[in-house]
Each structure stands twice: as structure tokens, then as C-alpha cells.
């Protein structure tokens, strides 16, 4: 079952410290998603890309950066500026333009402070 | 501004009863729209999108543009239908889905 994989499962950050969350796809999909998930809350956009080498915030961007530098790789990186970065972490991957393609999710990130 | 609403955090029904999962969107033009589905330990999952018009494990929704409802229905619920379950609207395209804050379905035997 593969197509979208990211690591660490999880992950677990000190105080100060920036951490990198990994989301590789290897269906070819132009389109990924960086969400959060926290209870009741369900899922909030972080960052999304449309094409390599470009990106663009989502709802709740703050505390959070990403690259784009490959296709297939959207790493997503917490860094000390997010208070509160224990969450669950959901990358997703999305086809070709136009129709209704339907996005593709990986298995998640926890990430707890130390 | 775009926006899903889901209004039932939680929804319990016994085994072979009818379920209903309510999803409301305001989304200009015409969005296109999903639902998606999280079990216990797995990874979010495409129950059902609203082009295709199909039924995945008893599971159909009907779009009903006067209403903006996307309700998601099925006439005998299952124990392995407990789970997590998000109404999603997009806009045609790469554009990301906005997904409502999601009803947990628990099916009593």
C-alpha cells in the first residue's frame, strides 16, 4: 500500500527546536497538502504546493515553512515559532489538474513535546 | 468565505438502523465534493465523491445544490461502518479540500 509515505510516525520535539517532518509520493501527483489534525477540530490546511518550486500558506501557516524542491517530496518543518506544535500531521497528494481527483493521504506524524 | 459544516460531532446508532451524516457547504460556483472516512488505526480514505454517483459499502450522498447539503446516507448501518467521517469541498482543479470538523459514527450491536 504505498503511494504516500511519510516519516517518522513520530516524532517528538524540545523546546526550542525545529523539527522536519518527511512526505515522499511516488504517484506522480503534481498537488500536495500539508494538514493538521487535532481532536474536534478536524483537518486544517498547513501549507499546500501546486507545482514544484512553488507553495502557498494555508489557514494556519504560522510557526510552520516548507520547500518544494522535488515532484515527489514535501517536507513540512515545525519550528519554535509554533506554540503549540503537538498535533497529528497529515500529508496528502493530489493528481493532474482539473476533473475531480480526489486527494491521497499518507499514514501521518504525531508530534508530542518533550 | 468557504466553509463545511458536519453538525453532529457524534452520532450513535444501533446495528441495522439508518444512518444520516449531515454535511452543509457555502462554496460559490459549482464545488465538487467528497467524503472521506477514518478507521480505527488507518490512514484517511475516499469513501465517495459526488461525480461519480456511486455507492462504496452502502454508503451514497446526494447533492442537492437548493439546500447545499451533501448528506451522506446508508439504510443499514454496520459495525464496521463505526468510524471517522469528513465531508470535503473543493473547487475543481489542485486546489486543497476544506474539510468540515468531521462526525464520529459509533454503531451499537
Known amino acids: 500500500d504505498g503511494g504516500i509515505t511519510q516519516s517518522p510516525k513520530y516524532l517528538f520535539r524540545k523546546e526550542g527546536q525545529n523539527v522536519t517532518l518527511s512526505c515522499e509520493q511516488n504517484?506522480?501527483?503534481?498537488?500536495m497538502y500539508w494538514y493538521r489534525q487535532d481532536p474536534g477540530q478536524g483537518l486544517r490546511l498547513i501549507y499546500y504546493?501546486?507545482?514544484?518550486?512553488?507553495?502557498q500558506k494555508g489557514d494556519i501557516a504560522e510557526g510552520y515553512s516548507v520547500s518544494r524542491e522535488k515532484k515527489e517530496s514535501f517536507p513540512l518543518t515545525v519550528t519554535s515559532a509554533q506554540k503549540n506544535p503537538t498535533a497529528f500531521y497529515l500529508c496528502?497528494?493530489?493528481?493532474?489538474?482539473?476533473?475531480?481527483?480526489?486527494?491521497?493521504f499518507g499514514d501521518g506524524t504525531r508530534l508530542s513535546i518533550l | 468565505a468557504q466553509r463545511v459544516t458536519q453538525p453532529e460531532k457524534l452520532l450513535s446508532v444501533f446495528k441495522g438502523a439508518p444512518v444520516e451524516l449531515k454535511c452543509n457547504y457555502s462554496?460559490?460556483?459549482?464545488?465538487?465534493l467528497f467524503w472521506y472516512v477514518q478507521y480505527s488505526r488507518q490512514r484517511l480514505q475516499l469513501l465517495l465523491r459526488?461525480?461519480s454517483r456511486e455507492s462504496i459499502k452502502g454508503f451514497t450522498a446526494d447533492l442537492n445544490k437548493g439546500e447545499t447539503s451533501f448528506h451522506l446516507k446508508k439504510p443499514f448501518a454496520q459495525e464496521e461502518d463505526s468510524a471517522m467521517y469528513y465531508c470535503?469541498?473543493?473547487?475543481?482543479?489542485?486546489?486543497?479540500?476544506?474539510f468540515g470538523k468531521g462526525t464520529r459514527l459509533s454503531v451499537i450491536a
Open positions: 459526488h461525480i
Open positions: 470535503a469541498p473543493t473547487r475543481q482543479g489542485n486546489t486543497p479540500l476544506v
Open positions: 504546493s501546486q507545482i514544484v518550486n512553488d507553495f
Open positions: 504517484l506522480n501527483h503534481d498537488a
Open positions: 496528502a497528494s493530489r493528481g493532474l489538474l482539473g476533473g475531480s481527483s480526489p486527494q491521497h
Open positions: 462554496y460559490s460556483g459549482s464545488p465538487e
